[in-house]
Nanobody, 121 residues
Framework: VQLQASGGGLVQAGASLRLSCAASRRPLTSAVRAWFRQAPGKEREFVALIRWTSGSTAYADSVKGRFTISRDNPKNMLYLHMNTLKPEDTAVYYC???????????????WGQGTQVTVSS
């Protein structure tokens, strides 16, 4: 499956953004879609994930309460709603697809190209 992330940009601290991820085909029934991010000089880290069929979600502690992951089944779209953005949220954000309810990079087989989010203070 091919994934394409979009919606990044430059915003001030406290602002909101919504990232989108389009997929080339509908997910398998066991599919899990996730968002990861990578800041300059740092390793890629887990942000949020969602089980496509059930809607079950999980979040990194650093974004819990501020970010919401969601999906639109008919449109086959994945979203990341980011509120109260902080400078430390600055990173390239990637969407990913796998089949394991996991926050581990290696459990994801397909990756989008990433979209840059920059939060100024």
């Amino acid at each position: 499956v091919q994934l394409q992330a979009s919606g990044g940009g430059l915003v001030q601290a406290g602002a909101s953004l919504r990232l989108s991820c389009a997929a080339s085909r509908r997910p398998l029934t066991s599919a899990v879609r996730a968002w990861f991010r990578q800041a300059p000089g740092k390793e890629r880290e887990f942000v949020a994930l969602i089980r496509w069929t059930s809607g079950s979600t999980a979040y990194a502690d650093s974004v819990k309460g501020r970010f919401t992951i969601s999906r639109d089944n008919p449109k086959n779209m994945l979203y990341l709603h980011m509120n109260t953005l902080k400078p430390e949220d600055t990173a390239v954000y990637y969407c990913a697809s796998g089949t394991t309810f996991s926050n581990t990079l290696d459990d994801y087989d397909y990756w989008g190209q990433g979209t840059q989010v920059t939060v100024s203070s």
